[in-house]
């Protein structure tokens, strides 16, 4: 759909919002226009398709204008022009962003009630009742894990940009290693120097981790001995008087194995991902992924023989072959694990990946509608909790991926860093450090994509890092 701007340059706000409204059109015309008034500021939107015609008009107070008023009355007439020419009322309303929680968060922190913050949803973005309870349930999560924050604590990702193979779905940027695993001890050497440097970083600049995330990419890759190595590095490098939280991404449960796991625990990580995405063997294949659904049961219990209580199971909704009595199968499979954490995610086409070339045979919306509904309401029946949430831009049916927990284990990690309440600091290929400024603004840095280019680069990669804590210590 064709767009254009008359008496603003707001095209960010508005473009991103006609994509979540019309994905994929090439028809029609869409004109947001704003007029400014001695008392008012007008925002009127037209859209054509076809031979239907819409308008809708938003007002506000002039003496009131500021750049987010100024897009969210562009936005609401966008929303209502387009509502007539949409099949259904979306369920996240005229939000277009990814963090949809950072709004109810937001306003719970600055003093507003769960009510208030339930009329900001419906009144001005217009998001569903299943979609506002779900964002506030998340927000109190949210507002919990900010009462655990220190005004200098950090969060620390540390990236293994390899896997043992490639799943169809997957974007990630990765090494798939398969029997060739001759740059990992390289890559893990280069990520060594750069823990010991972002040790004394730290240490210099008097902040402080409060929770670890080993992810990838599949970490457990690495052999137990690389395994240990790594997290040795962690441990002597880093000060964790105040961490409270080490997560390793087991991930795919053909890299794990009774010695591995014992490692992981006895080194200092208390939770585990092992995440199956689909408990329906068919459709493990069609993904690309080895394993089988026995296997991951297996791996799950060898985890809690090792030690681990606090364990993460992934599923995604919305797979190749997959069906909506597959999924629900796959999540009855999983929630009588009785896991700590269950994640449904919604499968997000994404360049990059085999699938979004290759896309199969693809559960439809209303399919992939059923199995979201149905995984929302079982894991409430079974007394698991939202915790946090996330949109993708390709997501199937523009849904969204929700964690789900026991009460009180909530990953706060995957809180910090999607509401982006803290630094992040990201080591190793792939990874991005985000460094909260002054206003609510973040500065970006990115680490060099792949491992070569990792091991190639790493002295600009430690010379970013001094960057990025000297823009730290002038932020506080």
């Known amino acids: 759909m064709k767009l254009e701007l008359v008496g603003h340059t707001e095209e960010y706000a508005v473009s991103q919002l006609q994509m979540a409204l019309f994905p994929g059109m090439t028809e029609g015309q869409a004109v947001s226009r704003l007029y400014r008034g001695e008392k008012w500021l007008t925002a009127v939107t037209e859209i054509c398709i076809g031979e239907k015609k819409t308008r809708a008009v938003k007002k506000m107070q002039a003496e009131k204008e500021d750049v987010r008023m100024r897009r969210r009355i562009l936005q609401q007439s966008f929303y209502n022009a387009a509502l007539p020419h949409l099949p259904e009322a979306p369920a996240w309303g005229a939000l277009s962003g990814v963090r949809p929680t950072k709004i109810t968060t937001k306003h719970l922190l600055e003093g507003g009630t769960p009510k208030s913050a339930d009329r900001l949803l419906r009144d001005t973005y217009y998001v569903s009742d299943a ?18 924050m220190g005004d200098k604590d950090v969060s620390l990702y540390v990236g293994i940009p390899f896997c043992p193979t490639r799943c169809t779905y997957c974007s990630f940027v990765s090494r798939t290693v398969g029997k060739n695993l001759s740059l990992l001890d390289p890559y893990l050497e280069a990520l060594l120097t750069e823990l010991s440097h972002t040790g004394k970083l730290l240490r210099d600049s008097g902040h402080t981790v409060r929770t670890i995330y080993i992810g990838g990419g599949t970490p457990t890759t690495l052999s137990a001995t690389q395994m240990e190595r790594l997290m040795g590095g962690i441990s002597h490098n880093i000060d964790l008087s105040r961490c409270i939280e080490f997560t390793v991404e087991g991930g795919r449960p053909d890299t794990l194995d009774e010695e591995k796991l014992r490692t992981i625990y006895r080194c200092g990580a208390d939770r585990i991902s092992i995440n199956p995405q689909t408990m329906e063997d068919h459709v493990l294949r069609a993904c690309g992924r080895p394993h ?71 559960p439809g919306y209303e399919e992939v509608s059923q199995m979201v509904a149905y995984a929302n309401d079982q894991l409430a029946a079974r007394t698991y909790k939202p915790y946090y949430l996330y949109r993708q831009k390709y997501m199937s049916g523009s849904f969204e991926n929700v964690g789900w927990s026991k009460d009180g284990q909530d990953c706060l990690y995957n809180i910090y860093m999607m509401e982006e309440l803290h630094p992040i600091l990201s080591l190793g290929g792939g990874g991005m450090n985000k460094v909260n400024l002054p ?38």
């Open 131 to 148: 979609r506002r309870k779900l964002a506030l349930d998340c927000s109190f999560s949210t507002v919990a894990a900010v009462e655990k």
């Open 292 to 362: 089988t659904a026995d296997d991951v049961e297996k791996a799950y219990h060898m985890a809690v023989d090792a030690g681990f209580a606090a364990i993460n199971m992934d599923l995604i909704a919305g797979l190749p072959e997959d069906s909506y009595d597959g999924f629900c199968r796959s999540l009855d499979r999983v929630a009588a694990l009785e896991p700590a954490n269950i994640t449904v995610h919604t499968l997000a086409l994404k360049k990059g990946a085999d699938l979004f070339e290759k896309r199969g045979a693809l």
């Open 439 to 476: 206003g609510g603004a973040l500065q970006r840095f990115h680490n060099p994509k792949f491992p070569e280019q990792y091991i190639g680069q790493l002295d600009d990669v430690l010379r970013q890092k001094e960057e990025l804590f000297a823009l730290m210590k002038g932020s506080v």
